[in-house]
């Protein structure tokens, strides 16, 4: 089994550029591909960002594109998201998230494991 534990969110003044950070345990993550996903106040969760197992490989939201960087560090069974120019609309619950496979996914049901969230809220 695989549990990740995001962490990194909190409140940040529009155009601050925290980092996410997604601590995965258990066995194989470096076998894995990654995701990560946010939720808004009554909206649906949305695809951010996706990395395949080797970290070779990454797709982006066209809201987040250019601005957020997704990354991985397998030896420290670690996921990232840099993210830049924050928006009041970047305020959501940000989730990570991995696939059993090493091919990565936009869409949520791809995914087998999910963290807890963190929340990033961006004030004006």
């Known amino acids: 089994q695989v549990q990740l534990v995001e962490s990194g969110g909190g409140l940040v003044q529009a155009g601050g550029s925290p980092r996410l950070s997604c601590a995965a345990s258990g066995r194989t993550f470096g076998g894995y591909a990654m995701g990560w996903f946010r939720q808004a106040p009554g909206k649906e969760r949305e695809f951010i960002a996706t990395?395949?197992?080797?970290?070779?490989?990454?797709y982006y939201a066209n809201s987040v594109k250019s601005r957020f960087t997704i990354s991985r560090d397998n030896a420290k069974n670690t996921l990232y998201l840099q993210m830049n120019s924050l928006k009041p609309e970047d305020t959501a619950v940000y989730y990570c998230a991995a696939a059993r496979g090493p091919a990565y996914s936009t869409n949520a049901h791809g995914y087998d494991y999910w963290g807890q969230g963190t929340q990033v809220t961006v004030s004006s």
């Open positions: 990395i395949n197992w080797s970290g070779l490989s990454t």
